[in-house]
């Protein structure tokens, strides 16, 4: 019993072995050689701003700056109790 089921396994994997397909070789991929690569032009000189005073930040931004500092200095300050 254990030589037909052998016998019957081996036949099997010679028969899909036989009947699979063939794989042909994948082609080589030839990549390119990169580009040559050339710098940025330098960006042209910005023009004097001609206005004398900046545009004030909004309410909102000044508030949220406002709170950025504070949230720093007290990090700051409780690094320096640590210590």
Excluded: H
């Excluded at 930040?57 to 950025?68: F, N």
């Amino acid at each position: 019993m254990r030589k037909s089921v052998l016998l019957a396994s081996l036949t099997v994997a010679v028969a899909l072995a036989a009947c699979g397909k063939k794989e042909e070789a994948a082609p080589a991929v030839v990549t390119p050689p990169p580009a040559a690569v050339t710098p940025a032009p330098a960006p042209a000189p910005a023009a004097p701003d001609t206005s004398s005073a900046a545009p004030a930040p909004s309410p909102g931004a000044q508030s949220a700056l406002d709170a950025a500092n504070a949230a720093t200095d007290a990090a700051k300050k409780k690094e320096e109790t640590k210590q």
